[in-house]
């Protein structure tokens, strides 16, 4: 079976911009959560979509949207960018009430 | 509540030697707790879990060991090898939930 893949891997924006990344969980897998990693903050959970509707979400502000499509398939959109989201955002797949999550390579964002 | 506390930040073992990161939880409905590892450059893999009805879980060189009275759990790498060296999250999660917790993890170095 092919892994959790995201798009792009690295990205480079400025301030003010808006992104969005892609996430394409592993073939069956129906759930599909984001976390932020950080160097200082480690991995923290921003949500977690599961047949298309979010079930879970973390303590960020609303420049920070999700969405999942009707093939598991996921998006994540970050408006309004700034200096401080520069992190490497991670998609994580499981089946549902799985507790194992299983990881993509992440998408390195860099806001200049 | 919701915080997973793991220890040290960062550990430098010799070849040969014992890694131990230690990690301590608050809500005792936690009821899963995984061990991931995550090499640079890649998303965390998980590398072995345990539930809080056992004490102990071995899965080759890798032992958890399970404290429920304490809420504590440890991660314990025996004959550590540079291949090690790589960083290591301890998580928690509850029920059907697909939230994991992450703690900030541990920076581990295994000098050849």
């Known amino acids: 079976k092919a892994g959790v893949t995201q798009t792009p891997r690295y990205l480079i924006k400025t301030r003010g911009q808006q992104v969005t990344l892609s996430c394409s969980p592993i073939s069956g897998h129906r759930s599909v959560s984001w976390y932020q990693q950080t160097p200082g903050q480690g991995l923290q959970f921003l949500f977690e979509?599961?047949?298309?509707?979010?079930?879970n979400k973390g303590n960020f502000p609303g420049r920070f949207s999700g969405r999942q499509f009707s093939n598991s398939r996921s998006e994540m959109n970050v408006s309004t960018l700034e200096l401080g989201d520069s992190a490497l955002y991670l998609c994580?797949?499981?089946?549902?009430?799985?507790?194992?999550?299983?990881f993509g390579p992440g998408t390195r964002l860099t806001v200049l | 509540q919701q915080q997973v506390k793991q220890s040290p930040q960062s550990l430098i073992v010799q070849k040969g030697g014992i890694s131990i990161i230690n990690c301590a939880y608050e809500?005792?409905?936690?009821?899963?707790f995984p061990w991931y590892q995550q090499f640079p450059g890649k998303g965390p893999a998980l590398l072995i879990a345990?539930?809080?009805?056992?004490s102990e879980k071995k899965e080759g060189r890798f032992t958890i060991s399970f404290n429920k009275s304490a809420k504590q759990f440890s991660l314990h790498i025996m004959d550590s090898q540079p291949g090690d060296s790589a960083t290591y999250f301890c998580a928690a999660s509850m029920g059907g939930d697909d939230k994991i917790i992450f703690g900030k993890g541990t920076r581990l170095h295994i000098l050849p």
């Open positions: 809500n005792t409905a936690f009821d899963y």
């Open positions: 979509y599961f047949s298309e509707t979010q079930r």
């Open positions: 994580a797949s499981s089946l549902k009430g799985a507790h194992t999550q299983y």
């Open positions: 345990i539930r809080p009805d056992v």
